[in-house]
């Protein structure tokens, strides 16, 4: 059993910056894909970013080259560096650890941004 917990969301102004962390209970913290994901009011939860166990990482086109995602496995935790946000970044950003048959969520964390 894995356990999630989001911190680090806030109001931030346009072209201001947030960082998300996400700190995971468990001992297999190391074998999971961890991923960021947001769901914007009336829309649909949509990928962020992803991090493998080894350190490879995938983003959605939207937060390219804005957005960094990296995890450190001693601290069983995965954080979102958000740079350049715009207001349609506002949503509430959620964890995820997903490996085979297990997938784990957090609870979320509100992230909103004023233009």
């Known amino acids: 059993q894995v356990q999630l917990v989001e911190s680090g969301g806030g109001l931030v102004q346009a072209g201001g910056s947030l960082r998300l962390s996400c700190v995971a209970s468990?001992?297999?913290?190391?074998?999971?894909?961890m991923g960021w994901y947001r769901q914007a009011p009336g829309k649909q939860r949509e990928l962020v970013a992803t991090?493998?166990?080894?350190?490879?990482?995938s983003y959605a086109d939207s937060v390219k080259g804005r957005f960094t995602i990296s995890r450190d496995n001693a601290k069983k935790t995965v954080y979102l560096q958000m740079n350049s946000l715009k207001a349609e970044d506002t949503a509430v950003y959620y964890c995820?650890?997903?490996?085979?048959?297990?997938?784990?969520w957090g609870q979320g964390t509100q992230v909103t941004v004023s233009s």
């Open positions: 995820r650890a997903f490996r085979a048959q297990y997938d784990y």
């Open positions: 468990g001992n297999i913290f190391t074998m999971y894909v």
């Open positions: 991090i493998t166990p080894g350190g490879s990482t």
